[in-house]
């Protein structure tokens, strides 16, 4: 599944990084707010389900190869993240659902292939 | 091995302000990309951004400032952290899971959840801490390339 199928079945917004939408492939997901646990556990190619909005969070993705970051609760990106994940290549994607939902959601997904 | 191999293959010095959270991640970002290109592995190349990535926080979070150092061996990739600042006093405690000294403006960020050092020791094949209380902290963590 790549990220543009990944929006439109949750009804993404889609931040930054458009243009790597369609080539991005999601091959499973990571979900958590404490960096540190996310630079152990993900693996390349997860989404990355958060709350955090700083810039710190385009550095880990960019450094475990991530597919991308979908923010949760309606949380804003910072100005300063959206450039970095822009020069990064790093797709951010915002939703209002809770990070429970948005999780669940992703799972069906993709054991549904 | 001899001080001259050591300088021979070092591949970069990377210099780290403290309390510098906004440029966190700049270094290991910079070191994830002169490992590209080199033969080495993907997943290799990974642990090794993990490490340096945790090593950079350590310094930021708590140095005043420090160094980075990645040395390329033929069968090794060697990251060397050094930093001035408070030390660890007890180095066992510091590298239990969950224990950390972390204030709130650093929690607040998603940082000081006490897994840093357990994820560069987790990520080494060796790993060696030193630590002078006042002085600072030297960190040395090996990885290597045949598996």
Known sequence: MNLETLIEALGLKCKCCWEKLKSTQVKGGYAGDLLSDVMANSSAGDIWVTRQVHQNIVAVASLKDLAGIVVVQGATPEKDTLERAGKEGIPILVTDMAKFEVVGRIYRLLSEG | MSGDDLIESLEGIYHIQGRDFVDAGIVSSEVKKSLQGKGIPESIIRRIAVIT???????????????????????????????????????????????????????????????????????????????????????????????
């Not at chain 2, 090794?76 to 408070?86: H, Q, S, Y």
């Not at chain 2, 000081?112 to 020791?121: D, Q, S, T, Y």
């Open chain 2, 53 to 147: 990535f945790e090593a950079e926080i350590n310094i930021i979070s708590y140095a005043q400032q420090g160094t980075i150092q990645l040395f390329i061996e033929p069968d090794a990739v060697i990251i060397e952290a050094n930093d001035m600042g408070p030390g660890i006093a007890d180095i066992d405690l510091a590298l239990q899971e969950g224990y950390s000294t972390a204030d709130d403006s650093i929690r607040e960020l998603g940082f000081g959840a006490g897994m840093g050092l357990c994820n560069i020791k987790k990520f080494s094949d060796i790993f060696e801490l030193t630590s002078e209380v006042g002085q600072g902290t030297h960190l040395k963590s090996i990885v290597k390339l045949n598996g």
